[in-house]
């Protein structure tokens, strides 16, 4: 009597763990599936982004050239609607040359996540518009205005 209980309790022990097992696996299902939606989605997106046809931008050192690129990139992404999540892995993609090796440089740095649109800005402002050429600029109207 007391051999078949141990065998029973042992059962009960082993059918547990199954569940358990179960259990994390179809949570794991779960998240792989959250994960490949989401990847649908940014893709989906960028692909209709892609339609708009933006400019690349290479990292030239014209600030103008920086600034515009910035502008026209958020432009589109108004008109499009693109979701603030998913913004900043989008306008990456249209990153080459020096600006891309900028960008790895950034997204290379330990405690640091650029996700939102206005730290992007801000980030790629400070590189491609620095505050020596935004003095600058200031200067130049204001030496306009006394013209």
Not at 37 to 49: A, H
Not at 89 to 101: D, F, K, S
Not at 103 to 121: C, D, H, K, L, V
């Amino acid at each position: 009597m007391a051999e078949s209980r141990n065998k029973f309790n042992g059962n009960v022990g082993v059918i547990l763990a199954i569940q358990d097992m179960a259990l994390v696996i179809r949570e794991n299902s779960n998240q792989d599936r959250r994960h490949e939606i989401e990847e649908d989605r940014v893709m989906r997106t960028q692909g209709e982004f892609h339609k708009t046809k933006p400019t690349i931008f290479k990292g030239e050192p014209n600030p103008r050239v920086a600034k515009e690129w910035l502008r026209q990139i958020k432009r589109k992404m108004d008109n499009q609607r693109i979701p603030e999540d998913i913004r900043v892995v989008i306008a990456c993609t249209y990153l080459e040359g020096q600006a891309y090796l900028w960008w790895e440089s950034i997204m290379s740095m330990p405690n640091i996540e650029i996700t939102t649109w206005e730290a992007f800005e801000s980030i790629f402002l400070e590189k491609y518009f620095p505050s020596t050429m935004k003095a600058m600029k200031a200067r130049e109207f204001v030496r306009q205005l006394n013209c």
